[in-house]
């Protein structure tokens, strides 16, 4: 039996003899469990007086929900970098760069293939979050999904790091003299771009703590 599995079923096991938390942790604490596993076994069991103890509800995982959230994920990352790449190569004709010596077709073809994958993954990621959030207000329990959680958690830490690395560029680029309209204008769609992405998946991941 794993410890988590022993120290789960000793709590059960105690409460249901009518045993005190403050006397479990107490005892666990003699035994040589660490304070956070002694909380996290005890928050596990709703504190109230019914008998037997009542579950409180846990996360999940799911072979489907990693299918469908892993399809939703690659479709967001194709999503949203084509369409970086779209609006750079639309910055580059508007802005062109005189030592660019890339021929036109070059870029057309860029364009054109950030075009096809927008039109395949955009609606694609689209209908996957729309029928997420539908099935999660129809069953809140959805909430719980540890693969949903885990896929909000890698958005926000890739969102975080683009925003964190086009700061930190743009700087490099002011202190070096670098800084052009051009330049500026790629910041921005970055910035738009990833922070979009980092403020829709922060607020569903708080709105996913509160259900919990």
Known sequence: MRPADQIAVFVHDALAAGRSRDEISEALAKAGWAPNEISDSLNAWVDSD?????????????????????????ALGMT?????????????????????????????????????????????????????????????????????????????????????GDLMYAIFALLSGDLTLRFIAKSIVVAVVAGIIFFYFSKETNEKKDAL
């Open 80 to 164: 949203a970098w084509h369409l970086t790449t779209l609006s750079f190569n639309l910055i580059d004709r508007w802005l062109p760069d005189p030592s660019d010596i890339r021929p036109a077709s070059y870029a057309l073809g860029q364009m054109r293939w950030s075009i096809a994958s927008l039109i395949v993954f955009a609606p694609l990621f689209l209908i996957l979050n729309t029928r997420a959030t539908r099935e999660t207000r129809v069953d809140p329990g959805k909430s719980r999904s540890g693969v949903r959680k885990w896929f909000g958690y890698i958005t926000l830490f890739i969102a975080s790091i683009s925003l964190l």
């Open 50 to 74: 019914f008998s037997p103890p009542v579950p409180r509800p846990r996360a999940y995982v799911s072979a489907q929900e990693a299918f469908f959230y892993g399809l939703m994920f690659a």
